[in-house]
């Protein structure tokens, strides 16, 4: 049972590049969230998936974009990597907005 | 909007010291809260919850009370070990429905032996 998983665990872009980040869960759960982790400013909202089907910017959601492929899944994607996205990334999951979430190991982005 | 305030760290104590961090929360509706623990290098854990009002959440020694009348929810712990050591989030679900739990900013523990 491995609860979230996210894929990759770490990554280097340059400028400009794009890639996608992968996140999977075998928990069943209806909502899907992705936020980043950055010093001083805890964690912060970027997309999330309320159910399948349906998805929402959240605080910072400018340079990104979400799939939420079927209920297992929800990926992150950045067309145009910013070193300002530089970040940990987390991708969580949870029953419904009103129950705790269960994350992900992260994954640390680095963008040169 | 729905904000979570937690005090700022970092918090250094010694092993078995007595720990409090400070947790408020804005008072609307009626919120479920949460405290999560992130070691180096992981991801957040669930460490305890609590559902209303009064309620107190227990996990590993930690414990919190849900207190509607000061909008608070802090976590303690009476003796702390060096693998208490860790950055703990205070959490609230959100007021308005189909959004996201809402986090403070996260405070840090160092415990030294």
């Known amino acids: 049972n491995a609860g979230v998983t996210q894929t990759p665990k770490f990554q280097v872009l340059k400028t400009g590049q794009s890639m996608t980040l992968q996140c999977a869960q075998d928990?069943?759960?209806?909502?899907m969230y992705w936020y980043r982790q950055d010093p001083g400013m805890g964690l912060r909202l970027i997309y999330y998936?309320?159910?399948?089907?349906?998805?929402d910017k959240g605080e910072v959601p400018n340079g990104y974009n979400v799939s939420r492929l079927n209920k297992r899944e929800f990926s992150l994607r950045l067309e145009s990597a910013a070193p300002s996205q530089t970040s940990v990334y987390f991708c969580?999951?949870?029953?419904?907005?009103?129950?705790?979430?269960?994350f992900g190991q992260g994954t640390r982005l680095t963008v040169v | 909007g729905d904000s979570v305030t937690q005090m700022e760290g970092p918090v250094t104590l010694s092993e078995e010291a007595f720990l409090t961090i400070n947790c408020t929360y804005t008072a609307t509706g009626y919120p479920s809260l949460f405290w999560y623990v992130q070691y180096p290098g992981e991801g957040l854990q669930l460490l305890l919850k609590a559902t209303k009002a009064d309620d107190k959440g227990s996990n590993k020694g930690f414990e919190a009370t849900y207190r509607k009348e000061t909008t608070s929810f802090h976590l303690e712990k009476g003796s702390v070990q060096v693998s208490d050591s860790a950055v703990y989030f205070c959490?609230?679900?959100?007021?308005?429905?189909?959004?996201?739990?809402?986090f403070g900013k996260g405070t840090t523990l160092s415990v030294s032996s």
């Open positions: 969580a999951t949870s029953r419904g907005v009103e129950t705790e979430a269960f």
């Open positions: 959490a609230r679900t959100p007021n308005q429905a189909g959004t996201a739990l809402i």
């Open positions: 928990m069943n759960h209806n909502s």
């Open positions: 998936s309320a159910s399948e089907g349906t998805t």
